[in-house]
């Protein structure tokens, strides 16, 4: 039967290449710099939150990597391949990589079974059976297989996501980049995706990268903690790591950049703790 294979982790053995390799990177749309000299590694079968506050590039940064916009300048290789205009690198992109979405993205007039077997039946070559086999076993996996024959206008948002999540991982992805994918849900939704997002990296060793606006979900849900502000990475650790003070210092970084420093310090004094805690003093 056609399944999902678990990916055995790469990233302790000695020499191995990380799933993800950024160097230098830059990128533009027309004069503004959105991204400035990102250097990034993501080892294979992490699960990795990327944080920071609206505007600072998270999305841009997460769509170069899938190849849903170029780069400029510097590299990005995904598993051993650097992503450039050349057919290859789309190829690798779209079999390797999975994409989940705020807003889902899911085929209106098509049954949850259908928007699940599209794609392994048309790319994959797969037998309208095998495929069906395949979407039922991810369904159970995501936790909704009752939901099979019914449209996404008539399931939750959490619902979706999970539809959109097991449609990611049809292809058998070594990657799933997911932007905001509980941006518009309620908390329980929001438990139930993140939930499903955490077995999905280590029931199969997919390797998960998710944007995320909320720092105490992030800090909640990964091993590692990317921050971002104004276009760069300005935080790479653990969650205990990002002290108080570092998390002020993430969002306060991003409002200087926008306002000038002296803009930026006034908020901070008047603006509450991003960790949902007392700011120190
Ligand atoms: N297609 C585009 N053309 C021009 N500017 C863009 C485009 N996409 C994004 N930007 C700008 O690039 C910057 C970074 O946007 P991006 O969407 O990557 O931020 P983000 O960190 O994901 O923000 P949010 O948390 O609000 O989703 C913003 O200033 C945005 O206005
Ligand atoms: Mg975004």
Redesign the pocket.
Known sequence: MVSIHYKPPMAEAPGADPIIRIEALDKW??D?Q?LRGIDLSVGSGEKVVIC????????????CVCRL?RHQRGRIVVDGYELNDETRSLAVVRSEVGMVFQSFNLFPHLSVLENLTLAPMRVRKLAPKEAQDLAMELLVRVRIPEQAHKYPAQLSGGQQQRVAIARALVQDPDLILA??PIASLDPHNTKIVMDALRRINRDFGITVIC?L?SLELARSYCGRLIG?AA?RVVFDGTPEQLTELEAQRLYGLDRDARHGAAAGAADSAAEESVLGVPALA
């Open positions: 749309f027309g503004f959105v920071g506050p609206s505007g600072s590039g998270k999305s841009t940064l997460i769509r916009e932007d905001e944007n606006h971002m276009g």
